[in-house]
Every structure is written in C-alpha cells, then in structure tokens.
C-alpha cells in the first residue's frame, strides 16, 4: 500500500485501483476474479497477455480490468501497470525449483528494505500448499502436488515428501481463503509484516485417508510406510485470525474441491464413467 487509506465503503472500493501481477496463475486469476467481484479496479500484469485476456474475459466486468504485459525478467515493465494503484498484490514468481527457495528470501528481504525506505505498508503473506477448485486450464502444480499420491507422479510426489519432513506435516489453505486474506489485509489500516495463512495441517497418513475418502478408487497404503506415527505439527495464522480474518473452508473441503475439479477437467479419471476399480 501506498500510504494512503485503506478503502472501507463500496464507493470507495469503486474508485481504488489495485494491480495483480501473475494473473494468469493459480493465485492470479482467482484473486483478480474476487477484486472484480468486490468492485475494485484491477491492473492485471501477465507475460502472455492474449492467455489473460483469454482467461479474465470469462469473468465479466471487464470496463474494470486492464492487462498489461509485463516480465519479471524485463526491468521497468511493471511500471505502468502499478501506476495509480492503491496496493500491488505480486503473486508472478518463477516456480523453477531449485532457485525458488533462494529467490523468494532474497526478494523478500529487499522489498522489506524497500517499503521500509519509501514508507510503504508491506504485507508478506506466507501460504501453505494452496489447493480446491481452479480456474486456469492447466491443473495448478499446487494441486497436482497435493494430489500426487493419487496419481503417482514420481516428480511431485517427492516435493509433497519433502514438504512434510520438513514441515512435520503438510498446511493447507484454500484458494478463496488466501484470496480473501489478500484482500482483508490490504484492507486492514495498517497492516505489515509477515502472515501466515493455514487453515490446518495433515500427517501423510491422514492426507492419503482423505483422499481415498474423496476418491475411493485409489489405494493409499503403498504411501504412507513409515509416517504412521507422524505427530502433527501446528503452523499457527493467530497473527491473521486476531485480526478478525475467517477462514471459510477447512482441510476436508480443500481435499474434496480439489478431487472435484480435477475430476472434471479430466486430470483425474472419473470413477463412475470410466469404471476404475482399486
Ligand atoms: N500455490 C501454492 O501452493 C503456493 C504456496 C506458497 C507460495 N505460493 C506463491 O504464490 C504465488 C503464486 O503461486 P501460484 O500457485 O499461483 O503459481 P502459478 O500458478 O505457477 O502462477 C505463477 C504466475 O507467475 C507468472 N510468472 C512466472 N514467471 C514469470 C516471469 N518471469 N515474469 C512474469 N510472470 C511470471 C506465471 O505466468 P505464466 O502463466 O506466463 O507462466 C503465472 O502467472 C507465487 O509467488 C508462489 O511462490 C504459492
């Protein structure tokens, strides 16, 4: 945020113009669908702007939205699409694994030192694996992550491994969730610094239950040797909650959304029509 007020009525969120860089991803397109739904303004940035002009369209509102085609790799070319903005959400970020880590803490670290120079409230929002229903056309690599002991990937299903040994257990959040606690920070006066945003976790164990739950037609067993007596760890949002911020979905429904979905694009085979037996 720029310094200037939070806005707080619908007349001013109908005169606030906020950007949304990645608005062609997961976390993009959901949260520049949710700022339109609120009435607010939204600058959209996107590398391929024909992909999100294809994909925000289907929105509607669009006298509310312009895209522009900006690069993280391109200095300057996010300039015009934060001009006039009253907040930036920046969600684009490269997902190549082995630098990602490294870039999100180095980027980090300099934009706190940036805000902190030039008097910006900056809010750092750290997500779980975010999951439940999409709207891009590719399955987001989240999902696919979460769903991985389904489907067998042996590329993601180490990243779920990886997440849990470190982590204890494996946070979740749903999509509307972290969108929603984007646009409730931006609009709590004030607000910065660094929140997590976690609905509740699951030990591999517990995760693969509810997955065979949602979707019967997969045996779980063959994952989960040697977790049985994971003990769930607790990733706490309080900072977020004492705010006054609901979480709407809880763990079981990030599941079940995220089966449905991926049922019906077709990345995960639908047991009734295609007679998939375990
Ligand atoms: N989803 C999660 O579980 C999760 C968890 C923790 C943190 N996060 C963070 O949340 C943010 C969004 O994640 P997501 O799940 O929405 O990822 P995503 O679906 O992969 O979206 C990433 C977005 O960044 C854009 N992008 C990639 N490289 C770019 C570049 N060089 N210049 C400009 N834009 C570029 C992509 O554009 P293209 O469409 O052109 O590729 C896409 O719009 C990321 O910062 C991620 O680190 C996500």
């Known amino acids: ?21 990645g608005a062609t991803g997961y976390i993009g397109s959901w949260l520049v669908r949710s700022l ?20 925000l369209s289907t929105f509607g509102r669009t006298g509310r939205l312009k895209i522009f085609r900006s690069d993280l790799n391109e200095e300057g070319s996010y300039d ?15 997902m190549e694994f082995n630098v990602y880590i490294l870039s999100k803490l180095l980027t980090e670290e300099k934009v706190f030192e940036f805000a902190k120079e030039k008097g910006i409230d900056l809010v750092s929002i750290i997500p779980p694996t975010v999951a439940g229903p999409f709207l891009t ?7 696919q992550v979460l769903l991985s002991p389904v489907t067998g990937d042996p590329n993601l299903y180490p990243i779920l491994l990886s997440v849990h040994s470190r982590l204890g257990s ?38 693969t239950d ?11 067993k063959r994952f989960v040797e040697g977790f049985h007596d994971a003990i769930l760890s607790v990733i706490s949002s309080k900072r977020l909650t004492n705010l006054g911020f609901k979480f709407e ?11 449905a979905c991926c049922i019906k694009n077709g990345f995960l085979k639908c047991p009734i029509t295609e007679g998939i037996h375990n």
Do not use: W
């Not at 969108?179 to 591999?204: D, K, P, W, Y």
């Not at 509810?210 to 779980?220: A, H, T």
């Open 36 to 55: 339109l739904q609120r009435g607010y303004n939204v600058q959209a940035t996107a590398r391929d702007a024909g992909k999100a002009s294809r994909l």
């Open 137 to 143: 056309t590719d399955v987001p690599a989240s999902v």
């Open 80 to 94: 015009e699409a934060v001009k006039g903005c009253l907040a930036v959400f920046h969600v684009a970020a490269s």
């Open 170 to 207: 494996i946070p979740l959040v749903h999509i509307e969730d972290i969108c929603n606690a984007h646009i409730f920070l931006m609009e709590q006066q004030g607000a910065e610094g660094r929140f997590i945003c976690s609905v509740g976790s699951s030990t591999l164990p517990q995760l």
């Open 249 to 259: 979905y809880g763990v079981k429904d990030i599941i079940e959304q995220s089966v």
């Open 1 to 21: 945020m720029d310094g200037a007020d939070s806005p707080s009525s619908p007349s001013a969120v109908a005169t606030t113009t906020v950007c949304v860089t």
């Open 210 to 220: 509810l997955l065979s739950l949602e979707y019967p037609y997969f045996s779980s």
